[in-house]
């Protein structure tokens, strides 16, 4: 009982440092990528969560597939006391990964500059290990 009460305890405590969680879900057009070929563009769904706390931010979307299964992505920053990121983690499927950018209009990789500008992209997920890439409109 004595354990019950300090973890029940101990998980107050870190949920009263978060400043917000969101969860979010909607269909859209992914691609997948395989070594950087397109494998499909099809229509799918995804469900995701995102939050914040003073010294961490995350955000988690799972995607469907269709004749693909699922495939999940997340990355997650740590921040020090000058709210600066002290260290990312990026994954796709449990794998670590990058993130790029590619235009939507050819699918072609831009610079993290360019997609910084403003101007559209799409946001993507490439794992390191296994080449497999999931981009979302």
Excluded: H
């Excluded at 870190?14 to 969680?21: D, L």
């Excluded at 699918?107 to 360019?114: K, P």
């Amino acid at each position: 009982m004595k354990r019950i009460a300090l973890l029940i305890g101990s998980m107050s405590v870190a949920m009263a440092g978060f400043c917000g969680v969101g969860q979010f879900s909607d269909e859209t057009t992914c691609y997948v990528y395989k070594q950087d070929k397109l494998q499909k563009k099809l229509n799918c769904q995804y469900e995701g969560a995102e939050g914040a706390a003073m010294s961490y931010s995350f955000r988690q979307v799972s995607y469907n597939l269709p004749g693909f299964g699922k495939m999940a992505t997340s990355t997650s920053a740590n921040y020090n006391d000058r709210n600066e990121v002290t260290g990312w983690t990026t994954t796709v499927n449990d794998e670590p990964a990058i993130i790029r950018y590619r235009l939507p209009t050819n699918q072609r990789i831009v610079s993290d500059a360019y997609a910084q500008s403003g101007k559209a992209v799409m946001q993507c997920y490439l794992s390191t290990k296994s080449q497999w890439e999931i981009c979302a409109e």
